[in-house]
């Protein structure tokens, strides 16, 4: 159970932040100088004035466009673990370089120019949370907005944003004139390499990021994450087969009479073993089953309890949060641990003679 | 089959000291014949069965089955032996419980490799000759004392064994019980020419032995 908790939390940190990389491919990512960047998204609240996006454009060579964009999580309710969502302000116009081709749920609609300042854009599972559809009225931080649509994606990014247009994001957060993120768009024949060196070059106290150095960046952390998991998992992989070998000693010992009467009615040290083997496996098979169950279960109060979001909005995405290939990972890990932890068991069982075992109990 | 022992000696080491349970026996075993063991508690009736059924080693002499020296068989042909031409009888009955009686009777027919089919006519017989023919299904928690020793009996002569080796068979049997199975043994012995060497107590096994064997510390002594 505690290795599905443990896994799905894992895994779901990770899949959003492998999915971060999915973003701004081929682009270059412009963040202030010392902020720590996950795939190019902003941590923290570093900032750079929005005028360098024009200055970019205008002054750096081989530039084909930059998109300036303010990047807020949103920690409020939430244990500040995991963010509760993401509030995401880009100019009108420009909002493709985010959503891509996602579209929306039936009855939305994009905004207008003119509706940009007050309509925004929310995940489905920011939708859920709050019971927002488009027409729904939203309060920001005390302002009025309403949502225009909803974004029909499972990703757990977009599912979880509210896109907004960056003129009003920057008033209601009080970030005048500035963002915290410039995406730029290398012209064709210009090497994002360059181009980033180009742009640092040019530009003071800003980190120009390719998307190589962005992987560099992750990289570690999903490292480290991978490694504390499969660490834990290793610790109690070794303790479930403690557990496993104890109970099938345990039981080995009780029927030992049961055991030395095969021996003495003929029966093949194989069959024996093969028997306790069998019944290790099972123990595994059905504690596997009823882990994941109670592992699954975990892992969504695990989530709910860092978001804030009801548990009842968890149980649609379930393989969400515990994707099928963990479930079965697990199954043939818990078999194949069970069946290693019944050897010994099982090479008990197999010595057990008729002579000794009568001896014992007369 | 002819079992012939040759200075029979099993001793067990406990901590320092050493208990001479088989003392230098030297006897033979007649096919068809039915026969008796009598000694009191730890007189070493057990131990010379468990020899003799080869479920375990002696510390000298030899066994000799069909003439052939036991010491020189390996785990695996005395494994053979038990399951093809030994049939075993204990005193506590020793079914495995979570099987039901029809399931107990097939097992070593099914360890012997026979056929689904075979195995469960063979077994319904068996168990139908043992007057158990309505409890084919039932688990051996379900069954009396003296039921579970004739599933026991059927067990025993599931692969057509040569003897049948029976460790105080009425032990934990009423008087009336025993009688049963003291008859059902007599009957596998005169009927199917099966040998049986029985160790007991029971006056009414030493009634019926065609030979009769006293046994005290370990040495065992001829009667008749």
């Known amino acids: 159970m505690s290795v599905v908790a443990i896994g799905a939390t894992t895994l779901r940190y990770i899949s959003i932040i492998k999915e971060m990389h999915t973003y701004f491919n081929g682009k270059i990512v412009i963040v202030p100088k010392g902020t720590i960047v996950i795939e190019g998204f902003p941590i923290g609240r570093s900032n750079l004035p929005e005028s360098i996006a024009d200055q970019v454009e205008q002054e750096v060579e ?6 300036p964009m303010l990047f807020i999580y949103n920690l409020e309710g939430s244990l500040e673990a995991l963010p509760t969502n993401f509030t995401i302000g880009i100019p009108y ?22 509706s940009s300042k007050n309509e925004v854009i929310v995940g489905s599972s920011v939708s859920d949370q709050y019971d927002l559809n488009a027409g729904s009225k939203i309060k920001i931080e005390g302002h009025d907005l309403a949502v225009a649509g909803v974004l029909d994606t499972s990703s757990a990014l977009l599912s979880r944003s509210i896109i907004i247009s960056l003129e009003p994001i920057q008033e209601i957060y009080g970030y005048n004139m500035l963002v915290n993120l410039i995406v730029v768009e290398p012209m064709k024949e210009v090497g994002e390499e360059e181009l980033a060196h180009r742009i640092e070059e040019e530009i003071q106290n800003v980190k120009a990021l390719t998307d190589e150095e962005r992987t560099d960046l992750a990289r ?48 093949p040290k194989s069959f024996v073993f093969k028997m306790v083997i069998t ?39 379930i393989f969400d949060i515990t994707p099928p290939f963990l479930m079965l990972e697990i199954l043939v ?17 197999a010595r057990m003679r008729i002579a000794e075992v009568l001896r014992a109990e007369y | ?37 009598v000694g009191p508690s730890g007189s070493g009736k057990s131990t010379l069965l468990n020899l003799i059924g080869l479920n375990d080693y002696p510390t000298h002499g030899k066994i000799f089955i069909d003439k052939k020296d036991a010491s020189l068989l390996s785990g695996r042909e005395r494994r053979r032996i038990r399951l093809s031409r030994i049939g075993f009888v204990f005193q506590t009955f020793n079914l495995l419980p979570t099987l039901t009686s029809l399931e107990n009777v097939e097992l070593p027919m099914s360890l012997a490799g026979k056929s689904q089919k075979e195995q ?27 039921e579970m020793q004739r599933v026991s009996i059927a067990r025993a002569l599931a692969n057509d064994s040569e003897v049948i080796i029976a460790d105080e068979p ?37 009634e019926v032995a065609d030979t009769l064997y006293t046994i005290s510390d370990g040495k065992l002594k001829l009667e008749n």
């Open chain 2, 170 to 206: 009425t032990g934990e049997l009423d008087s009336k019980t025993a009688k049963e199975v003291i008859g059902l043994l007599f009957d596998v012995n005169r009927k199917r020419q099966t040998t049986i060497v029985v160790a007991t107590h029971d006056e009414k096994v030493v």
């Open chain 1, 333 to 349: 890990s818990t078999v194949t641990v069970s069946c290693i932890a019944g050897v010994i068991p099982s090479i008990a069982a």
């Open chain 1, 93 to 114: 116009g420009n909002w493709s370089v985010l959503v891509g081709p996602t579209p929306l749920k039936p009855g939305g609609h994009w905004p207008s120019a003119d």
């Open chain 1, 220 to 267: 570690p952390l999903i490292s480290n994450i991978e490694t504390w998991t499969l660490g834990i998992r290793t610790v109690l992989f070794v303790l479930s087969m403690i557990f496993v070998t104890t109970v099938a000693m345990m039981n080995v010992s009780e029927r030992r009479r049961d055991f030395a009467t095969l021996d003495a009615i003929g029966a």
């Open chain 1, 279 to 317: 019944e290790t496996g099972l123990m595994g098979l059905f504690g596997g089953i009823a882990g994941i169950l109670a592992g699954s279960v975990a892992a969504i109060l695990i989530a709910s309890f860092y978001t804030g979001i009801p548990i009842s909005l968890f149980f649609p995405g």
């Open chain 2, 120 to 146: 469960r006519e063979k077994a319904v017989r068996l168990l139908e000759n043992v007057s158990l023919g309505d409890r084919l299904r039932h688990r051996p928690k379900e069954l009396s004392i003296g």
């Open chain 2, 1 to 37: 089959m002819n079992i012939k022992t040759t200075g029979l000696t099993r001793i067990f080491r406990v901590g320092s000291s050493e208990i001479t349970a088989v003392n230098n026996v030297s006897f033979e075993i007649d096919e068809a014949k039915f026969i008796a063991i």
């Open chain 1, 62 to 67: 081989g530039v084909e466009n930059a998109v």
